[in-house]
């Protein structure tokens, strides 16, 4: 059945929380939507943690990843690490509803999001590309070409309801990065913004990447308040 969008999506600015609620919060909302429910765009950040996808192998948290939670998810992926710095905004679409250039599809949708993260690294003079087979934005050239700068990781549903979403790192402390395998790859170099000579401030990074994601996606934007899930 085929949906058509009548209403703004919500923005949510939830502040640094807590990734277990969260999680919970959006399988909760997930679970309750309809046909008429608005979509969001949750922006967060975490405190540290280390979450883990379907089929995530526990061989990739190496030595030191003990000082850090692990959380299971229902996303795909493997491992990855949030933590204060970082940008994560999570997406949650119903894909199936008509849009300018139709439904969107799942691979779609990932290369419209990767499209995203690339022109907020460029409005910063920051080159990102992706990688055949590897989710994620890579740094394009220099002496860090290939390190990873933003990772995704989404929930479809057979209903086409999504949920998880996307990271990208800004000013960290990168050293949990060198306890896992991310996203599965050994010695997969991660870099943030910061270390790539980008001094920015969280918050505009968080709302520059809010409007790529919502211009790409063709969602309109509206402001709104944390839903009460997410305070739980």
């Known amino acids: 059945m085929t949906t058509t969008r009548t209403e703004a999506a919500l923005i949510r600015e939830l502040g640094r929380v807590d990734y277990e609620p969260t999680f919970a919060a959006m399988r909760a909302f997930t679970d309750a939507r309809t046909t008429d429910t608005r979509d969001e765009l ?7 943690v280390f979450t883990l996808g379907l089929a995530a192998d526990r061989g990739h948290l190496l030595a030191g990843a003990e ?3 692990v959380v299971q998810t229902d996303r795909g992926g493997e491992v990855t690490f949030h933590g204060p710095g970082q940008v994560v905004i999570y997406l949650l679409m119903d894909l199936r509803r008509n849009k300018p250039g139709g439904k969107l599809y799942a691979r779609q949708f990932v290369h419209k999001i990767e499209q995203a993260i690339i022109n907020v690294l460029a409005a910063y003079n920051l080159a990102g590309e992706r990688i055949d087979g590897a989710p994620g934005i890579y740094i394009a050239g220099g002496p860090d070409k290939g390190a990873k700068i933003a990772a ?3 929930k479809v549903r057979g209903n086409g309801c999504t949920y998880h979403g996307v990271s990208l790192n800004v000013a960290m402390d990168l050293a949990p990065f060198s306890w896992i395998n991310p996203c599965g790859y050994s010695g997969l170099k991660t870099v943030d913004m910061r270390s790539m000579g980008v001094d920015a401030p969280l918050a505009d990074v968080q709302h520059a990447l809010a409007r790529e994601l919502t211009e790409l996606l063709d969602v309109q934007q509206s402001a709104a308040g944390a839903p009460q899930a997410a305070d739980a």
Request: glycine share 8%.
């Open 42 to 48: 949750w922006i967060v950040e975490h405190p540290p």
């Open 67 to 69: 000082a850090i939670p």
């Open 152 to 154: 995704l990781g989404l």
